[in-house]
């Protein structure tokens, strides 16, 4: 099965890092992450960039309201903990009801990108479910996003996520390209029950599929945005199903 670079994306373990951070990050690397995928990485980039660094752990990209946030605050934070790629995690339901709506997020997007640039960072997006229930004749929301973005601006498709909003994954990501550089893999019920979550490679998600069509990604991001069981043991097991080294 080939498998992209792995990554873990924080949000995953919020409550732990909350609680300890120091003691989050090491476990993550005990498991046997090299990478991760921090989240409001502004709140304290210092500490995590230490954490990191302690445990030879890179960030190759991160989550930041791109389109919301302090941009400067986010991009010297960013630069701190060493990521590369800053991806907007949302863009709320709404703007996503009218093509023109996406096309404006399309521009927002470029905009930021020119800005990203000045601090040698890229800009990307990550989608939702919603994104790919909105349809535009025969193109759904993300890729109308896609056509009018520019080929400075990445996608982080959510393979999990697209299949909630009812595409196959793997025909997304043929459709998209190279423009796809990142990949959440996740697996589960493929509802929007985010406690029926799972290990990667013990759901209903295909996953060989979705690596056999992700021929661009630079890192495959491993998430749960909830689980009914331990979190950690599902990041180990996926790690294990995905040919990482987990321990």
């Given amino acids: 099965m080939p498998t992209p670079p792995l990554s873990v994306q924080l949000y995953t373990v919020r409550e732990a890092l909350d609680a300890d951070l120091d003691g989050t990050i090491d476990r993550l690397a005990a498991i046997g992450f090299t990478r991760v995928e921090p989240y409001n990485f502004t709140a304290d980039p210092n500490a995590l960039a230490r954490a990191l660094e302690r445990n030879g752990l890179s960030a190759p990209s991160g989550h930041a309201p791109l389109l919301d946030g302090d941009r400067d605050a986010i991009f010297e934070a960013a630069r701190r903990v060493g990521i590369g790629t800053v991806i907007e995690p949302m863009v709320d339901p709404v703007r996503w009801t009218t093509e023109e709506a996406v096309k404006q997020t399309a521009e927002a997007l470029n905009e930021v990108s020119v800005r990203a640039a000045e601090y040698g960072l890229r800009v990307g997006y990550h989608n939702h479910w919603w994104e790919l229930e909105a349809v535009f004749g025969e193109r759904t929301g ?17 393979t999990y996520w697209a299949a909630v909003g009812g595409q196959d994954p793997a025909k997304l990501l043929r459709k998209l390209g190279e423009r796809v550089r990142f990949i959440h893999l996740k697996d589960g019920a493929v509802d929007r029950d985010n406690k029926s979550q799972v290990a990667v490679g013990s759901g209903r998600m295909d996953i060989p599929a979705v690596l056999a069509a992700a021929g661009s990604v630079e890192v495959g991001v491993v998430e749960l945005d909830d689980s009914s069981g331990d979190l950690f043991e599902a990041l180990e097991q996926s790690l294990r199903y995905l040919g990482g080294e987990a321990r």
Avoid: I, K
Wanted: glycine share 0%; no cysteine.
């Fill in 142 to 158: 993300l890729e109308v996003l896609h056509e009018n973005l520019d080929p400075a601006v990445v996608l982080e498709v959510d």
